[in-house]
């Protein structure tokens, strides 16, 4: 039975300075998926290393199908064996003297659970990770992808309450890796199992999570589905992991609701969306993605002139440099036909996909 996983004020501290995990707080409910995703260091391995059970947390507690599994302030922590859960790393852990079929087996008469029916137990999840013809090959024989398919097997054949997989794609090239992604998907959905998955990757983020949440420095910093990560960042560091490119330096005029007018200088005013408590005299940097920004058009809203100075067409899609009252703008146009001209173009930013977000400097945006 795949179960909840809920985390509360998890705190991770490995000797002294800056916790790997700063007090994070999330759910995972029953049968669904959620992508830890940020870059290397930021505490992803050690959140899951202390939901599996391999790290002691320093605070906060985690809960897994309603059971407090680790509180240390009550001095309790359940052993890893007792937590019922599967793991699935980004080395392949398979044994090489065994056969496909012994290999997912083994879990089965170790927990010695199921007695009579482990074959078709491992037949079918063997069919679930589309290994049903390898059966009985020998491990050393396979490849990488379907190494990590015996592995994923192995997780899954005891259906544990949760899964947790750590970047279980990275060590596979780049075209099985999207293969494989979007397969994945397919067989935990299919399973309906509990997951909790961590990656550096925003497109196996977006492919596999039924929420994302962006971890940076030990924080999470939001916790969404994929469609509102994308287009609805909640700071300009979530909007340029995930692929914002763009920023405009501006200053906020007025303030509306969720909606800012930003000053942008030489080209003039701007309308964009915040989640932040942004205020009429403060300075904001407005985040924009490539594929946003409308070229050739001129929109009832932000509406202006650029010059286009570089563009480079790369077969299904063209990006154009453009300038834009002393500003850079980075613009993408879909499609294998490169449409503008450099010189004077028209260009409108889309209210709703310019979001606005407090200066905090180039370092907040790496
Ligand atoms: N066993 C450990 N001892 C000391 N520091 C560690 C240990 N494991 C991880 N860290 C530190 O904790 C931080 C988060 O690491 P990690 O969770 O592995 O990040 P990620 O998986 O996001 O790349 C890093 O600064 C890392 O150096
Ligand atoms: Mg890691």
Known sequence: ?????????????????????????????????????????????????????????????????????????????????????????????????????????????????GGGDIDAKVRETLELVGLGEYADRSATLLSGGQMQRVALARSLVYRPQLLLLDEPLSNLDAKLRIRLRDELRRILKATGMTGLYVTHDQAEAVVLGDRIGVMRNGKLLQMAPPGEIYNRPADSFVANFTGASNFLLGKVLERKGETVTIDLGAPGRIEAWTPQSLAAGDTARVALRAENIRLGERGPVNAFTGKVVDRRYQGMQTVYDVEFGGQKLEVLELGTAARHQPGEVALTLPPDTCWAYRDEGQAAVE
């Open 1 to 113: 039975m795949s179960a909840a996983l809920l985390i509360k004020h998890l705190v991770k501290q490995f000797g002294t300075g800056k916790p790997a995990v700063d007090d994070v707080n999330f759910e995972v409910p029953a049968g669904e998926i959620v992508v830890l995703l940020g870059p290397s260091g930021c505490g992803k391995t050690t959140t899951l290393r202390c939901v599996a059970g391999l790290e002691h947390p320093t605070g906060g507690r985690i809960s897994i199908g309603g059971r407090v599994v680790s509180e240390p302030q009550r001095g309790v922590l359940v052993s890893p064996r007792e937590r019922d859960i599967g793991m699935v790393f980004q080395s392949y852990a398979v044994w090489p003297h065994m056969t496909v079929r012994q290999n997912v087996a083994y879990p089965l008469k170790h927990r010695r659970s």
